[in-house]
């Protein structure tokens, strides 16, 4: 099962508006609603952000959304803040009863 | 207050074992897949297997299948993780996390995590 695809790295300013893709197939990605989003911080746990594509748990800033089309997901962050600077991984389940998670991006909030 | 405590973690060369152990406390264990993901130093995350609430099924990754072995004691809220034939490219911290009711949807919590080290 290969890895779902995320930029290397992503950057914005205070304020602004981020997206951060999340590409895969049909059988992962594409195939099923349930792509999560996780935020970590270096040599902490990753913590959860969004799941089932678009919904955020309880305490999660609504800065925080995402969303789908076809094979790729989407986590957007507006409303940037220098405390969103991490790595952000997303994953889907796969029809082969796996779990695939993406190469990871990191945020620089300049 | 939702919680899981991975333990057992540590210094093991090629080719041996380790067993961790994940203690959850603060949900209702038997209810919830569980789950095992591990970082590589410096690396992203790899998801590596995962039991359904009963540990009636269980799945895994290709890079580990055959060599790890991921059980539960419902009675005593905890999972493990058998590793076998270790490599040195299962050094890693190991991460584990809770699921979803019935499915490989996500994982909240996560715990600390502990390190494994596969090294001569």
């Known amino acids: 099962q290969s890895a779902l695809t995320q930029p290397a790295s992503v950057s914005g300013s205070p304020g602004q508006s981020i997206t951060i893709s999340c590409t895969g197939t049909s059988s992962d990605v594409g195939g099923y609603n349930y792509v999560s989003w996780y935020q970590q911080y270096p040599g902490k746990a990753p913590k959860l952000m969004i799941f089932e594509v678009s919904n955020r748990p309880s305490g999660v800033s609504n800065r925080f959304s995402g969303s789908k089309s076809g094979n790729t997901a989407s986590l957007t962050i507006s409303g940037l803040q220098t405390e969103d600077e991490a790595d952000y991984y997303c994953t889907s389940y796969t029809s082969s009863s796996t779990v695939v998670f993406g190469g990871g991006t990191k945020l620089t909030v300049l | 207050e939702v919680q899981v405590l991975e333990s057992g973690g540590g210094w093991v060369q090629p080719g041996g074992s380790l067993r961790l152990s994940c203690a959850a406390s603060g949900f209702t264990f038997t209810n919830y897949v569980m789950s095992w993901v591990r970082q590589a130093p410096g690396k992203g995350l790899e998801w590596v297997s995962a039991?359904?609430?009963?540990?009636?099924?269980?799945y895994y990754a290709d890079s580990v299948k055959g060599r790890f072995t991921i059980s539960r004691d419902n009675s005593k809220n905890t999972l493990y993780l058998q590793m076998n034939s270790l490599r040195a490219e299962d050094t890693a911290v190991y991460y584990c996390?809770?699921?979803?009711?019935?499915?490989?949807?996500?994982?909240?919590?996560w715990g600390q995590g502990t390190l494994v080290t596969v090294s001569s």
């Open positions: 039991i359904s609430g009963s540990g009636g099924s269980t």
């Open positions: 996390a809770k699921g979803h009711r019935t499915n490989l949807n996500w994982f909240d919590p």
